[in-house]
Nanobody, 121 residues
């Protein structure tokens, strides 16, 4: 069973930055495609970014392209999401996900509990 744990969320002013991390216990993340999703109150969960096994290939939602960077460090068994120039509309609970694919449309098998990101204008 893959257990994912996100961290790094918090309160930030608009225009600020945060870095989210996602670690795994009892498994190696190098075996999985990884992604970040988010869900704001009253909205459906939406795709944010995905990264391939080697970290070479990435994909981003248009709403975060150029501001967010997804990366992974397989040696540290950690997935990251660097979020810059944050906007109030970025506020949401952010989830990391792991699966046997690394596409935005994939149905990921494993999910973390989420970390809250709040952006104050």
């Amino acid at each position: 069973q893959v257990q994912l744990d996100e961290s790094g969320g918090g309160l930030v002013l608009a225009g600020g930055s945060l870095r989210l991390s996602c670690t795994a216990s009892r498994c190696s993340l190098s075996n999985y495609g990884l992604a970040w999703f988010r869900q704001a109150p009253g909205k459906e969960r939406e795709f944010v970014a995905t990264v391939s096994w080697t970290g070479v290939s990435t994909d981003y939602a248009d709403s975060v392209k150029g501001r967010f960077t997804i990366s992974r460090d397989n040696a540290k068994n950690t997935l990251y999401l660097q979020m810059n120039t944050l906007k109030p509309e970025d506020a949401a609970v952010y989830y990391c996900a792991a699966g046997d694919d690394a596409s935005r449309d994939h149905t990921y098998d494993y999910w973390g509990q989420g970390t809250q990101v709040t952006v104050s204008s």
